[in-house]
T-cell receptor
């Protein structure tokens, strides 16, 4: 399985944008980039996913580098509720879409 | 939609006892995944099913663990006999089309083996 590298932790101020980076230099052409987050004492929650183009949804934006070796999850205005562990995961189409979680980035949000 | 439903929410059992964890996926989802989470090892994929058929069980730690999906609306994860090192939070997730449209996770079962 292709690996991802994320910072262990990041801090943000409330109501400011947050850019969470992810490196995936061994990504293959059929790998999708997924982001999930896990709030304290809850199961992981889907945030967004993409293949080549940047993606937007109501929760966040996903910016994918042109060479696809890195991506950035963008939270446009952090709230206290966004404090969570954020996971960047690659999923290969011919592996049935299974998700292998790494250690993720623990995001803390200061009021 | 009630989401993915797991039961029980908490389970405390003695070493050597059989433990059965239950999961009801979202109606219409055809893929189901069992994960285990500990502080030391993070989130580990144990097994997943597509259309009720086990596809990959390479994450199942040993023969004491078994999982079944007798129909599209129910799955079980059984540990027999249980050991203290099995203590963890066990999550079930379901999705359409093998996960490419997002997994929905349940709230988990916190298992403590004493």
């Amino acid at each position: 399985d292709a690996k991802t590298t994320q910072p262990n932790s990041m801090e943000s101020n409330e109501e400011e944008p947050v850019h969470l980076p992810c490196n995936h230099s061994t990504i293959s052409g059929t790998d999708y980039i997924h982001w999930y987050r896990q709030l304290p004492s809850q199961g992981p929650e889907y945030v967004i996913h993409g293949l080549t183009s940047n993606v937007n949804n109501r929760m966040a934006s996903l910016a994918i580098a042109e060479d696809r070796k890195s991506s950035t999850l963008i939270l446009h205005r952090a709230t206290l509720r966004d404090a969570a562990v954020y996971y960047c995961i690659l999923s290969r189409y011919n592996q049935g879409g299974k998700l292998i979680f790494g250690q993720g980035t623990e995001l803390s949000v200061k009021p | 939609d009630a989401g993915v439903i797991q039961s029980p929410r908490h389970e405390v059992t003695e070493m050597g006892q059989e433990v059965t964890l239950r999961c009801k996926p979202i109606s219409g989802h055809n893929s189901l995944f069992w994960y285990r989470q500990t502080m030391m090892r993070g989130l580990e994929l144990l097994i997943y099913f597509n259309n009720n058929v086990p596809i990959d069980d390479s994450g199942m730690p040993e023969d004491r663990f078994s999982a079944k999906m007798p129909n599209a609306s129910f799955s079980t994860l059984k540990i027999q006999p249980s050991e203290p090192r099995d203590s963890a939070v066990y999550f079930c997730a379901s999705s359409l089309e093998g996960g490419f449209y997002g997994y929905t996770f349940g709230s988990g079962t916190r298992l403590t083996v004493v």
